[in-house]
């Protein structure tokens, strides 16, 4: 009896770990089209006076958009002007708890909203890992289970997820 459940558990075993190999060959396949930076680059980078490191806040809230990293994990609400991620992304991206590094001058409490700093960027970088949220109410229909964490590919490009081009 034995034998029979673990056979029978090969049998159900295998073929699932065959499929779920050849998806994410599949899924991962497409080209790169702009290649994450490592936390420890960032950070390094950051240093600089016009390198900094930003994570989304929940859109939901009434909350800037953005949160400032200080390299002792602590952080202030900020806004971003300019070339700024969420210009190029859409919320299967923008809304997954990656970071970014921007490049730019800081510009402190002179914000027209709230008299809260803000970022005039000139251009930004995703830090490693690139996470992807399909799980969001307006989520494009073509998702994927797999996929790269170390860089925007063209899926993301042809599913409308990166370089869109949008004014918020």
């Known amino acids: 009896m034995k034998k029979f459940v673990l056979y029978g558990l090969l049998v159900v075993f295998i073929p699932v770990l065959i499929v779920s190999v050849i998806h994410y060959q599949d899924a991962t396949k497409y080209p790169a089209v702009r290649t994450a930076i490592s936390r420890n680059e960032a950070t390094t980078l950051q240093d600089d006076e016009t390198y900094f490191i930003v994570t989304p806040t929940s859109k939901w809230t009434t909350a800037t958009g953005w949160m400032l990293k200080y390299q002792n994990d602590t952080g202030e609400e900020i806004y971003i002007k300019g070339k700024a991620p969420q210009n190029e992304l859409s919320d ?6 990656n970071e970014f ?68």
Request: glycine content about 6%; cysteine-free; hydrophobic content about 35%.
């Open 92 to 97: 299967v991206l923008y809304d997954s708890s």
């Open 101 to 168: 590094l921007v490049k730019g001058e800081l510009i402190s409490g002179v914000s027209e909203k709230n008299g809260v700093a803000f970022i005039q960027a000139e251009s930004w970088e995703i830090i490693y890992p690139v996470r992807r949220n399909y799980d969001l109410p307006n989520a494009p229909a073509k998702t994927r289970f797999f996929y790269p964490k170390g860089y925007i590919d063209e899926f993301d490009v042809e599913n409308q997820d990166y370089g869109i081009r949008k004014a918020r």
